[in-house]
C-alpha cells in the first residue's frame, strides 16, 4: 500500500487576518499535545464544560438528538447526559491534538485491543476490507491507536475552513498511507480493489441523494447506502471498528466484530438497518461518547418543515 504524496500547498494566504483564530487555534493544540497525559484530560473537561454553559446552538441539538433517541430520560438525566458529552467532546478536541502531533507508540500501554484477528482474517481474503465505525469523540484517536497495528486508508469530510481542513490533512497523513475524500468514489473502489483497508464512518447526515430512511434509535433517519455499494463493488468484507475510552480516562478500548456475514443483501434498506443496528448498539454502550451535536435527523422524507431542530 504505497503512500499518496501530497504537494505542499503555499500557507502565504493564510495570514490574513480571518484566518487568525485557526492558527490561534492550531497553535494550542500543537502545545497542549505535549502535555502530560492528565493534565491533557483535565483540559479537556473543562474546555467541554465551557462549550457546554457557552455554546447554546450546540446544546440544543445535542437534547434534541437525545430527546428523539432516549425519550424516557427525565430532565435531570437529560441534561446530565448532554453536559457528559460536552465534556466527552472536550477530550475529544485533546485527544485530536494528540493524535496530529504524537507518534501512537507512545500510548500503547493505554490501548487494550479485542477481536484483532477479525480484521487479520478478512484482509487475508485480500479483496479489501470496509472497516466501518461511529462518530465517537474517540474517532481521531481510536484511528491513532489502530494505525500501531495495521496500515489502513481512511475517507474524510473536507473542514469549511480550508486551514484547518490543511491542518487535519497533514495530521492524518502522519498515520495512514492515503487520505481520501469521500466523494472520490473512485480512490475509495480503487483500494479496495487493491486490497486495502478503507475506514470510515457511514453514521452522519449527508442528505437524501444515496439515501434511504430506516430507523435509528426507532426514529427514521437518512441513511447512505455506500456502504453496500462499495462492498458489492469487490466483495469487500465488513467490519466493525469500536473505540472507547475508559470510563475512568485511564486509557482506550479497541473491539472488532467478526465480518458481516450475507452482506450486502442487494436490499438498500434492509443493509442500511443492519449497519445501524450496529451503530446502534455500539453508542448504547457509551452514549456520552457520541458525537450528538451533528443534526443526525435533519433531513426528513416530509421535507424541511419536518426537520426537528
Given at each position: 500500500?504505497?503512500?499518496t ?93 494528540i ?15 479485542s477481536?484483532?484477528e ?19 469523540t ?13 496500515k ?12 484547518f481542513n ?5 495530521g ?38 444515496h ?51 450475507n ?35 435533519k ?8 426537520r426537528?431542530?
Amino acid at each position: 500500500m504505497a503512500k499518496t504524496k501530497r504537494e505542499k500547498p503555499s500557507l502565504a494566504k493564510y495570514s490574513v487576518p480571518r484566518y487568525w483564530p485557526t492558527w490561534a487555534l492550531l497553535a494550542f493544540m500543537k502545545l497542549v499535545a505535549h502535555l502530560p497525559f492528565w493534565l491533557q484530560i483535565r483540559i479537556g473537561q473543562a474546555i467541554g464544560y465551557l462549550t457546554f454553559l457557552l455554546v447554546r446552538k450546540r446544546r440544543h441539538i445535542c437534547e434534541v438528538n437525545l430527546k428523539l433517541c432516549y425519550p424516557k430520560l427525565n430532565y435531570g438525566e437529560l441534561q446530565n447526559l448532554v453536559k457528559k458529552t460536552f465534556m466527552s467532546n472536550g477530550i475529544g478536541l485533546i485527544e485530536t491534538a494528540i493524535s496530529w502531533h504524537r507518534h501512537p507508540i507512545e500510548y500503547k500501554s493505554k490501548v487494550s485491543v479485542s477481536g484483532l484477528e477479525n480484521l487479520d482474517s478478512a484482509i487475508s481474503e485480500g479483496r479489501g476490507v470496509l472497516l466501518i465505525c461511529a462518530h465517537f469523540t474517540t474517532l481521531e484517536f481510536g484511528g491513532f491507536l489502530l494505525s500501531l497495528f495495521h496500515k489502513m486508508n481512511v475517507t474524510y469530510r473536507p473542514f469549511k475552513n480550508p486551514l484547518f481542513n490543511l491542518a487535519m490533512l497533514n495530521g492524518r497523513s502522519r498515520h495512514y498511507p492515503a487520505v481520501i475524500d469521500r466523494k472520490d468514489t473512485r480512490r475509495t473502489l480503487q483500494s479496495l480493489k487493491n486490497g486495502d483497508v478503507i475506514w470510515y464512518a457511514p453514521d452522519q447526515d449527508y442528505g437524501p441523494k444515496h439515501s434511504v430512511f430506516v430507523p435509528f434509535f426507532g426514529v427514521e433517519a437518512a441513511t447512505i447506502t455506500a456502504t453496500a455499494r462499495f462492498a458489492s463493488f469487490n466483495k469487500s468484507a465488513v467490519v466493525f471498528f469500536s473505540h472507547y475510552r475508559n470510563e475512568d480516562n485511564s486509557g482506550y478500548q479497541l473491539r472488532f466484530s467478526p465480518k458481516l456475514e450475507n452482506y450486502p443483501t442487494g436490499e438498500p434498506k434492509r443493509d442500511a438497518v443492519r449497519i445501524n443496528n450496529l451503530i446502534e448498539s455500539a453508542v448504547r454502550e457509551k452514549p456520552d461518547q457520541y458525537l450528538w451535536l451533528h443534526k443526525r435527523f435533519k433531513t426528513q422524507a416530509a421535507g424541511k418543515s419536518a426537520r426537528p431542530y
